[in-house]
């Protein structure tokens, strides 16, 4: 059974920073891609960042670039997301996903874990 | 963009329902359909815009190609009643639909 179990997700004060991570088990991790996606109430889903299966490309939204960097270890299947200069639109619950991707283009759905909560206030 | 309709959709246990997603521009059939229960993380039901997804059962589909697509639920059971988004894989950066509430 696929298994995406997430971790990190705290009260931050706006500027700060923050480590979320994803452990996945269930699938053989080095053949999927992982993307992280948000969601909140009032903007609903957006895709943030996905890590290719060698984790050798990296995608960001225009909202995060430069300021959140996804990584991968694969001794361990998990991947991370490094966050910085933290916004209080950046406050909503984080999924990490699994998606399938073909040289560079999506070949199927996110399959999702259940997410962790990320608070920027001060 | 991806716009979906109608927002909120009132129907009766046992019936069948339509949900419409719209992209801007082409999207090829690079269009997944996910279902979001209270407080529960989303579940991909359709990728490619009208393969279904492991264990999703075969009175959910979907069709469609380019910028218009759709989501049939026949025999709606009580678990159906629930937010679904569509999301297109075409371009960068993937983007998902507001979603429409399916409710009783």
């Known amino acids: 059974e696929v298994e995406l179990i997430e971790s990190g997700g705290d009260l931050v004060q706006p500027g700060g920073s923050l480590r979320l991570s994803c452990a996945a088990s269930?699938?053989?991790?080095?053949?999927?891609?992982i993307s992280w996606v948000r969601q909140t109430p009032d903007k609903g889903l957006e895709w943030v960042s996905t890590?290719?299966?060698?984790?050798?490309?990296?995608y960001y939204s225009a909202s995060v670039e430069g300021r959140f960097r996804i990584s991968i270890d694969n001794s361990k299947n998990t991947v991370y997301l490094q966050m910085s200069s933290l916004r209080a639109e950046d406050t909503a619950k984080y999924y990490c996903?699994?998606?399938?991707?073909?040289?560079?283009?999506?070949?199927?759905?996110?399959?999702w874990g259940q997410g962790t909560l990320v608070t920027v206030s001060s | 963009v991806m716009t979906q309709s109608p927002a909120t959709l009132s129907v009766s246990p046992g019936e069948t329902v339509t949900l419409s997603c719209r992209a801007s521009?082409?999207?090829?059939?690079?269009l997944a359909w996910y279902q979001q229960r209270p407080g529960q993380a989303p579940r991909l039901l359709i990728y490619?815009?009208?393969t279904r997804a492991t264990g999703v059962p075969a009175r959910v589909s979907g069709s469609g190609s380019g910028t218009e697509f759709t989501l049939t639920i026949s025999g709606l059971q009580s678990e159906d009643f629930a937010v679904y988004y569509c999301?297109?894989?075409?371009?960068?950066?993937?983007?998902f639909g507001p979603g429409t509430r399916l409710e009783i």
């Open positions: 996903a699994r998606l399938q991707m073909i040289q560079g283009v999506p070949m199927d759905g996110f399959v």
């Open positions: 999301q297109q894989s075409n371009n960068w950066p993937l983007t």
């Open positions: 490619g815009a009208s």
């Open positions: 890590i290719d299966d060698g984790g050798y490309f990296t």
């Open positions: 521009q082409s999207v090829d059939a690079k």
């Open positions: 269930g699938f053989t991790f080095n053949k999927y891609a």
